[in-house]
């Protein structure tokens, strides 16, 4: 059975920090592009980074970058996105997704909620 659990959400002050995990389990998981995306209230899911198979390339969108850093650990079956600086702008909820062409797979988590308010 392929999940894919999201962690580590919450209420953060603007200009904190949290760091959200997702642990991947039931596919081969270093087979496997890994994302972070995110939808605000009122607002469609938009990409925030990615993760290529072995961690090697990644990719942010432009309001993320210089803040957020996505990183994965094969061995645990884990992507990681560390954001710094946070802004009320980014409070969502934040969904983890991994596909691969080859596999045939695109997978999603049920999401955490990040609110960044004072």
């Known amino acids: 059975q392929v999940q894919l ?3 580590g959400g919450g209420l953060v002050q603007p200009g904190g920090s949290l760091t959200l995990s997702c642990a991947a389990s039931g596919f081969r998981f270093n087979e496997y592009t890994m994302y972070w995306y995110r939808q605000a209230p009122g607002k469609e899911r938009e990409f925030v980074a990615s993760i290529s198979k072995l961690g090697g390339t990644t990719d942010y969108t432009d309001s993320a970058k210089d803040r957020f850093t996505i990183s994965r650990d094969n061995a645990k079956n ?7 600086s946070l802004k009320s702008e980014d409070t969502a ?12 797979g695109d997978y999603w988590g049920q999401g955490t909620q990040v609110t960044v308010s004072s």
Request: glycine letters at 4%; charged letters at 20%; proline letters at 0%.
């Open 5 to 7: 659990v999201e962690s």
């Open 78 to 84: 884990t992507v990681y996105l560390q954001m710094n």
């Open 93 to 104: 909820v934040y969904y983890c997704n991994g596909k691969s062409r080859i596999r045939n």
